[in-house]
């Protein structure tokens, strides 16, 4: 490592709306890469199937989620959808920056953008798409892929509308985007950025 900022970990942002399939690709990638982890978010809503405490997120009631906003130890919380709250435990940052640690993580809009204002030189976000030249168009392709997995008519209905107003026009700002067509295609340019970046700040990444 060459400098001090080289020194400190590296967070990986996957960002983007519901359908999209960041979740598979993050998956994906800490199935390659020894050296990432998934950064372990806080969240009100159920363990899902094949979920770990403390792996995926830390899995707590409101009441805890509230106590933890009081005690200062989220650097943000968002409700994501009505009664489902979504925070970043300060110290699981800390903890991977300190050590020079990559994470990666499947995160919401206003809590990547307020993460990579708070650490613009070991945050890379990543904008996870579908295809589709429009807006109404790529809306048209995530519905498909909600109804596909069965999501629930009002779910969908919340998660579109979240889409084209807060999450497809984020992709802007974001440092890539990746166009998941095809599974195995966004997953190959996926690791072409994690290599890049691993690689420029002189992180390990030996793949598993």
């Known amino acids: 490592m060459n ?3 080289n020194a400190r970990g590296l967070i990986l942002l996957m960002i983007g709306p519901g359908g999209a399939g960041k979740s598979a690709i993050m998956k994906a990638i800490i199935r390659h890469y020894a050296s990432i982890q998934q950064l372990a978010t806080a969240t009100t809503r159920d363990m899902r ?11 707590i009631s409101p009441k805890e989620f509230k106590t933890m906003i009081a005690k200062g130890q989220l650097l943000e919380h968002q409700e994501v959808t009505p009664g489902k ?34 650490y613009p030189e070991n945050v890379v976000q990543v904008f996870v798409t579908v295809p589709g030249e429009t807006l109404d168009e790529q809306s048209k392709v995530l519905e498909g892929r909600m109804r596909q997995r069965d999501d629930g008519a009002t779910d969908i ?10 999450e497809l026009p ?15 295609g966004a997953i ?9 970046e691993l690689g420029r700040r002189g992180l390990p990444g030996a793949p598993q």
């Open 3 to 5: 400098s001090s900022e």
């Open 49 to 59: 199937s094949g979920e770990k405490q403390g792996r995926e997120h830390l899995f």
């Open 85 to 118: 709250f979504y925070g970043i435990p300060r110290q699981a940052v800390a903890d991977c920056l300190n050590k020079a640690e990559v994470r990666i993580a499947d995160i919401e809009v206003l809590g990547a953008e307020k993460l990579a204002q708070a």
């Open 157 to 166: 209905d919340q998660r579109l509308e979240r889409a084209r107003r807060l």
């Open 170 to 184: 984020y992709q802007s700002q974001c440092d890539y985007v990746v166009v998941n067509g095809a599974l195995a």
């Open 188 to 196: 190959a340019a996926t690791r072409a950025i994690v290599d890049k």
